[in-house]
């Protein structure tokens, strides 16, 4: 498993869990739910934010968001 933030663009993950229970709420209602997938779209030169595709729109999320957010890999 591995943190959002280590994603490289174009890579497409399952969401498993999140590490900060007080994001848990405001990442679930931006549609960052256990089981949705995502793609990483594009990451800012200086790696914050980032740019991912969740439930069917783009989304940017700083990078100590992104840090809370454990991916499965190889989600299709």
Do not use: W
């Not at 399952?14 to 960052?32: A, P, Q, V, W, Y």
């Not at 990451?43 to 809370?68: C, H, K, M, Q």
């Amino acid at each position: 498993m591995k943190r959002l933030s280590e994603l490289e663009p174009g890579t497409v993950a399952r969401i498993h869990s999140f590490e900060n229970n007080d994001l848990f709420l405001k990442l679930m209602e931006m549609g960052c739910v256990p089981g949705e997938l995502i793609r990483v779209e594009q990451i800012a030169p200086l790696g914050d934010p980032i740019s991912i595709t969740v439930a069917g729109y783009n989304l940017s999320l700083r990078l100590d968001e992104a840090e809370n957010i454990f991916m499965e890999e190889g989600g299709k």
